[in-house]
């Protein structure tokens, strides 16, 4: 009996680690300037869109995503600024909401993220000047699941010139390489 628990103790600490993981990365975004993102994110601009843009990239299967996502569309946005929607996984309920609420709304697959945009994780946030530079690409929150999700103020501290410390990105992985790497159990990235 006593062997039984000895073997069963390492297994359910992976375990147990596999389930943390998602709780503990912070998950990867390339460097603010990059410029294959910067050109992805300029396909996004329409010829009307001259001034600021916020780009928020939400997973639909994401739990984090979806908060983030309730919240852009309750609370006031600011003016001046275009704002478009990636959404990852087709979500025709949260796309219809985000169009109504006058997003622009590109829906990919997983894989497309990262091979249209060069992005692997959501919730991410990115704001882009009026020169098309990405200024900020991070997450929207201090902490995982925080209460204080700050795209507002970020954009807002942007606009008037000010500074604004990108905040890591808790979420969820997006694409299989990533999801294995995280998760090679497949505990919480099951297929």
Known sequence: MYGVFVLWIPV???????????????????????????????KLRGAEDTGWMAVHVLYGECPCSRRVLKHVLSS????????????????DEWAKK????????????????????H????????????RGDVVYMGGYTARKQGPDIADVAIMQHLMHGEREQE????GCAVG?????ALDPLHIKYSR
């Open 12 to 42: 359910l600490l992976v375990v147990v680690a596999s389930l943390m993981v998602g709780h503990w990365v912070i998950l990867p975004r390339p460097p603010t300037g990059d410029p294959e993102v910067r050109a992805a994110v300029a």
């Open 76 to 91: 006031d946005r600011p003016r001046g600024v275009s704002e478009k929607l990636v959404l990852v996984g087709r979500d």
């Open 167 to 170: 905040r890591p990105i808790f």
């Open 98 to 117: 985000a169009r109504a609420k006058g997003l622009d709304v590109d829906v990919v697959e997983m894989e497309e993220l990262l091979s249209k945009y």
């Open 176 to 180: 299989a390489s990533l999801q294995d």
């Open 119 to 130: 992005l692997m994780a959501a919730p991410m946030f990115l704001v882009v000047n009026p």
